[in-house]
Nanobody, 126 residues
Framework: QLQLVESGGGLVQPGGSLRLSCVAS????????IGWFRQAPGKGREGVSC????????NYADSVKGRFTISRDNAKNTVYLQMNRLNVEDSAVYYC???????????????????WGQGTQVTVSL
């Protein structure tokens, strides 16, 4: 089975940090671009960041640029999202997603992704 599993979410204070992980099973990530998305209650799914097959291209939403960092370790079949200086507006369920792609390109459009994880909750609160 092809599967993506997120982990690392939880409760954190404003200004704090979390690192999310996305581990693939049933396939290797080498031929896939990966995106991170988030969805808060009553809102649509928002693109947060994406990374190309070998990590050569990375994109970020304006709202997280300078605070979040996406990375990947294909040998571990894992993608990470380091989140620093978190604020209340970052609270959401975070999803990772994968799509087959040519090298050197990634997009942050949810409808372009074919495989999705179950999501992990991030809550930023005092």
């Amino acid at each position: 089975q092809l599967q993506l599993v997120e982990s690392g979410g939880g409760l954190v204070q404003p200004g704090g940090s979390l690192r999310l992980s996305c581990v693939a099973s049933g396939f290797t990530l080498d031929y896939y671009a990966i995106g991170w998305f988030r969805q808060a209650p009553g809102k649509g799914r928002e693109g947060v960041s994406c990374i190309s097959r070998a990590g050569g291209s990375r994109n970020y939403a304006d709202s997280v640029k300078g605070r979040f960092t996406i990375s990947r370790d294909n040998a571990k079949n894992t993608v990470y999202l380091q989140m620093n200086r978190l604020n209340v507006e970052d609270s959401a369920v975070y999803y990772c997603a994968a799509r087959r792609a040519v090298q050197g390109v990634c997009v942050m459009t949810a409808t372009r992704y074919d495989y999705w994880g179950q999501g992990t909750q991030v809550t930023v609160s005092l």
